[in-house]
């Protein structure tokens, strides 16, 4: 399986601030009603954008250039709550190419990180000063560099974080878990015969 | 070396370093529900592989199962084309189910302890964030994403990093009225919900030894909600017995050895912990959130706070959660309106939630007005509720008794929240739309508190309306 080497995702960025964003919120539970994916894009954060009506309100997912973004940028402890993949994968249709943080929910990283879509944090000082950028320049440019570990936008650079495990894999194009899963398959085969409720 | 019970458990399932610097975990049991695992198969199949250990995934069907409707179809196509795409896959796959026509159907979090499948020094994966439960019987316990429940189907493994380690003592006796629910929100709120990122909860000290599984399950349930992936109670002579004779432990011949390997993985007394955090019990009151999020808690007597007051970080949740829940910072939370009392939940839909509810509730009634349900958890918890009258007496108070599922926990089947309506629940989020309705309220709190604000039509002190002293 060859995938795509992630090292810059560079594009507009679109900024959700808030903390404790949860997935409930990113992609409400109706939407899991479902057996696959696709069509997730359309419905991602839908009830901050919508009325229950379905009247759009005022979002910055709403603007006309929104899926032209393919950064999102929010606050602290993004995507806590349930362990839906729904919520990056509706982020991911969307547009969202990448996200940046103040902080991420373990789960919803892992199942980011494993489709392909790099999380990468910012202290707390940058966070604001790009949130503040991004919505005062909604089609400037920003770019994440998995491989410098910046965020840069407006002239500025700023250190971001990501942990390395994550980080190596995207840069490495090894993202998706399975092929390395699978090449362990006789040590898997071995510990098994070690675990006496499994064999 | 002295080492913890998740130091072990770790060490007995790790397969191999992966080049990303991971570890490749092998996971013993792999429970699955029909939200997050029609994708998985998909994959699996897209991939062309199969599944490697399918006498080690067990299925049940949850989260969009109706509770007041057994015939099939159901009303909901999507929700018959999910329960048939999961028949279909468990069928194709040789994968065990527990259909709704077996009567071990529940939530995926009470079918495993249930059948004695979730057991002491084990690793469990499930695509549900609430999967910490299972971490009551001293196992390791993974929440897990959609493209990860295909890994574990293709591989039986999973690709992580270790976590640190936070032991959680808490220590005395619950004063009457309070209870294993409490314990949970009131270390959420001490701790933050994101302060447990990075660590696996190890709850311990003579609170948890005084705990019945149940209790433990209670606790280990809401985990994730303080940020911790995993929580775990190191297992004990209750473990043991609480799994004796069930349908998957293991057998008389194998019952010594097994509990001889489980006691084995308890941590060891002087092993080293990356931080400790000591609570006394008897500082606990009931407990009740006020917000968006389980972090906003406070104790029933108490007022709800003033934003100016709160750290920098929390204060703008705070104002968005008052303009959420339509509430005002300074008051009491005590005699707010009550428009639905919701029973159920992987947290608190067993059956010691409903013993403790209906031996209170016993000759009262549910308020004039105000709709209130009690869906126990498993079948097999709704059976032996109707055995021991304890449906009757919930009826008889004017509670609807619903079939086993998740129901208003989260809303994926019918049972929603109408408009603005204010919910007090036993479950374990109050997140903005949770319950089904954009504009939803939701306060949680213990199941007896469930029943109290029933009865009063109020956010109420369960101590007070029941004069439990």
Do not use: K
């Given at each position: 399986m060859s995938l795509a080497k992630i090292t810059r995702i560079p594009g507009r960025a679109l900024a959700v601030p808030g903390d404790d964003i949860d997935t409930d919120r990113i992609i409400p539970a109706r939407f899991l009603r479902c057996v696959t994916f696709d069509g997730l894009g359309e419905h991602a954060f839908r009830d901050e954008r919508f009325t229950p009506e379905g009247v759009a309100r005022e979002?910055?997912?709403?603007?006309?250039?929104?899926?032209?973004?393919s950064i999102l940028v929010s606050g602290q402890n993004f995507g806590c709550g349930s362990s839906r993949e729904h919520a990056p994968q509706s982020l991911w249709r969307f547009g969202f190419k990448a996200i940046i943080a103040g902080s991420f929910a373990e789960i919803f990283f892992g199942n980011s990180t494993g489709i392909g879509v790099p999380c990468v944090t910012l202290g707390p000082g940058d966070l604001a000063a790009l949130t503040a950028w991004v919505q005062a320049n909604p089609a400037g440019e920003v770019a994440v560099d998995l491989e410098a570990m910046t965020v840069s936008a407006g002239g500025k650079v700023m250190r971001a974080a990501m942990p390395d495990s994550a980080r190596s894999s995207l840069t490495a194009g090894k993202w998706d878990s399975i092929a390395d899963l699978l090449e362990g398959g006789a040590e898997t085969g071995r510990v098994a015969k070690t675990l006496p409720y499994v064999a | 070396m002295a080492k913890t019970l998740f130091q072990k458990v770790w060490d007995a399932h790790a397969v191999r370093l992966l080049p990303n610097g991971q570890t490749q975990l092998f996971i013993g049991t792999h429970l699955i529900h029909e939200v997050t695992s029609p994708q998985a198969f998909g994959m699996i199949r897209d991939l062309g592989l199969k599944v490697r250990y399918p006498h080690r995934t067990f299925a049940t069907v949850d989260h969009i199962v109706p509770t007041n409707e057994l015939r099939e179809p159901y009303s909901d196509p999507i929700a018959q084309e999910m329960i048939e795409a999961l028949r279909k896959n468990t069928r194709d796959h040789g994968i065990r189910f527990f259909d709704t026509n077996t009567g071990a159907q529940g939530i995926v979090h009470m079918v495993g302890p249930e059948q004695g499948i979730t057991q002491p020094g084990t690793t469990i994966a499930c695509g549900?964030?609430?999967?910490?439960?299972?971490?009551?019987?001293?196992a390791i316990a993974f929440g897990i994403g959609t493209t990860q429940v295909r890994d574990v189907l293709a591989t039986q493994t999973l690709a992580l990093s270790p976590l640190k380690v936070r032991r959680i003592e808490v220590n005395g006796a619950l004063a009457p009225g309070v209870y294993a629910k409490d314990v949970i929100l009131h270390i959420i709120r001490l701790l933050g919900v994101n302060g447990g990122l990075g660590y696996a909860y190890e709850y311990a000290g003579s609170t948890f030894d005084n705990f019945s599984l149940e209790e433990r399950m209670t606790v280990c349930n809401m985990s994730i909600e303080g940020g911790a992936r995993c929580g775990y109670v190191n297992p004990d002579q209750k473990t043991f017995d609480y799994l004796k004779g069930r349908p998957h432990a293991p057998k008389a011949a194998e019952w010594d050895a097994a509990v001889a390997r489980w006691r084995s993985f308890a941590s060891d007394p002087g092993c080293a912990y990356d931080d400790i955090v000591r609570i006394d019990a008897a500082s606990i009151r009931p407990t009740v959130t006020?917000?968006?999020?389980?972090?906003q808690a406070i104790f029933i007597d108490e007022a709800m706070p003033v934003p100016a007051t709160l750290k920098d970080g929390d204060r703008a949740t705070a104002e968005e959660a008052y303009r959420h829940m339509k509430l005002a910072p300074g008051l009491p939370i005590k005699g707010t309106k009550v428009d639905v009392a919701f029973l159920g939940s992987c947290?608190?839909?067993r059956i010691s939630d409903l013993r403790e509810v209906a031996r209170h509730l016993k000759g009262r009634k549910v308020k004039a007005g105000l709709k209130a349900i009690v869906v126990p958890g498993s079948q097999i918890t709704a059976a032996q509720a109707e055995k021991e009258g304890l449906a009757e007496v919930f009826r008889d108070a004017g509670f609807e008794w619903r079939g086993a599922g998740c129901s208003m926990c989260l809303a994926m089947n019918p049972d929603k929240l109408v408009g603005d309506q204010l919910c007090a629940s036993s479950s374990n989020r109050n997140f903005k739309g949770r319950q089904g309705s954009i504009t939803g309220r939701t306060v949680l709190m213990s199941p007896l508190m469930v029943a109290a604000a029933a009865i009063t039509g109020e956010v109420a002190d369960a101590r007070e309306v029941f004069g439990i002293r």
């Open positions: 979002h910055p997912m709403n603007r006309p250039d929104a899926r032209e973004a | 549900d964030s609430h999967t910490a439960t299972h971490g009551a019987f001293g006020w917000g968006i999020t389980p972090g947290t608190n839909g």
